[in-house]
C-alpha cells in the first residue's frame, strides 16, 4: 500500500467498524478452529499472522491463542512492522511470551515447512499477484492438521479506486476462492461471505457516486487516490462492529450467502493420500 494508507490505517485500525468487526469476527472464527485443533496440545501451538500491517489484531489473535502459544507476525512492509512495533510495546512487556515480528513475502515464506498451527490472511491476498504460490507457501509451513484463516474482499465488479489504492490485484468470486484454495490441496471447512449488509452501500457509492466524482489524470499513477473509509456516527459505528462481530458466530453455522467480505477456514490434510 502507499504509506499514507499505512498511517491512515493505523489511527483508524482500533476505532473504525470495518477494522474493529473484522477482528471481532475473525476472533470468533478463530477460537472454533482452535476447538477443532484437537490434535495439538495448547503448549506446542504457534499462529503465523501473513500481512499482520500495522499490528492492531496482534494482541487480540494471542488472547485467543493463549500465553503458552507462540505468535508471530510477518509483513512485507517495514513502515508497517515499525508501526507494529509500537503496538506492541506494552503487549511485549507483560511476562507473556513476546509476539516476534518478521519481514518476509508470503509468496515466499522465510519459515521452515510443518512449523505452525495456524496462518491468519486477513485482506491480504488480493495483495498478492500470485495467489496460487502464496497459499502453496501456506501449506508448506503448515503442520499436518493446520489451519488457514483468511478474508478477502468480494465480488470483481465492485472493483474501484479503493481496490487501487490499497493496490490489489483482484476482489475474488466465492467459486473462485473456492477454487484456488482446493488447487492448492486444502480442505474446505468454512466458505462464507461477511459483511453482509454492505452490499447495496459499495454498489451505490461505486455505479451511483463515485462516476460523479473528480476523474484523476489519465498519466496518474495507477494507486494515485485514496481508500474510500466514509465517516459513520458513532451510534453507527458501534452497530456495524457488533454486526460483524455478530456474522462470526452465525458463519460459523451456516454461510452467509452475499456480503463484501469473503471469510475462509481450510486445513492441510493430516496425510498427503
Request: glycine content about 6%; some cysteine.
Amino acid at each position: 500500500m502507499n504509506p499514507e494508507e499505512y498511517e491512515r490505517m493505523h489511527a483508524l485500525e482500533t476505532s473504525y467498524w470495518w477494522f474493529v468487526g473484522r477482528r471481532a469476527l475473525v476472533a470468533h472464527v478463530l477460537e472454533a478452529t482452535l476447538a477443532r485443533r484437537k490434535n495439538a496440545s495448547a503448549s506446542a501451538l504457534r499462529l503465523l499472522d501473513i500481512g499482520c500491517g500495522t499490528g492492531a489484531n496482534l494482541p487480540v489473535l494471542r488472547e485467543k491463542l493463549g500465553d503458552s502459544g507462540q505468535l508471530f507476525g510477518m509483513d512485507f512492509s517495514p513502515l508497517a512492522l515499525q508501526f507494529a512495533r509500537g503496538v506492541l510495546e506494552v503487549e511485549n512487556s507483560s511476562a507473556r511470551a513476546p509476539i516476534r515480528l518478521l519481514q518476509g513475502d508470503a509468496q515466499e515464506l522465510p519459515l521452515r515447512e510443518n512449523s505452525f498451527d495456524v496462518v491468519t490472511m486477513m485482506d491480504v491476498l488480493e495483495h498478492l499477484r500470485d495467489d496460487d504460490r502464496a497459499l502453496r507457501e501456506v501449506w508448506r509451513v503448515l503442520r499436518p492438521g493446520g489451519a488457514l484463516i483468511l478474508t478477502v474482499p468480494a465480488y470483481q465488479h465492485l472493483w474501484s479506486a479503493h481496490d487501487e489504492a490499497l493496490h490489489h490485484f483482484r476482489r475474488y468470486e466465492k467459486a473462485g476462492l473456492h477454487a484456488v484454495l482446493k488447487a492448492a490441496d486444502f480442505e474446505i471447512w468454512r466458505l462464507s461471505f461477511a459483511m453482509s449488509l454492505m452490499p447495496p452501500i459499495a454498489w451505490a457509492w461505486r455505479k451511483i457516486l463515485l462516476p460523479f466524482a473528480p476523474k484523476r489524470p489519465k498519466n496518474a499513477q495507477r494507486h494515485s487516490q485514496g481508500a474510500v473509509l466514509p465517516t459513520v456516527p458513532a451510534w453507527a459505528n458501534d452497530f456495524l462492529v457488533r454486526y460483524v462481530a455478530l456474522e462470526g458466530k452465525i458463519l460459523l453455522r451456516r454461510p452467509l450467502k452475499f456480503g463484501t467480505t469473503l471469510v475462509a477456514v481450510v486445513f492441510k490434510p493430516l496425510t498427503n493420500g
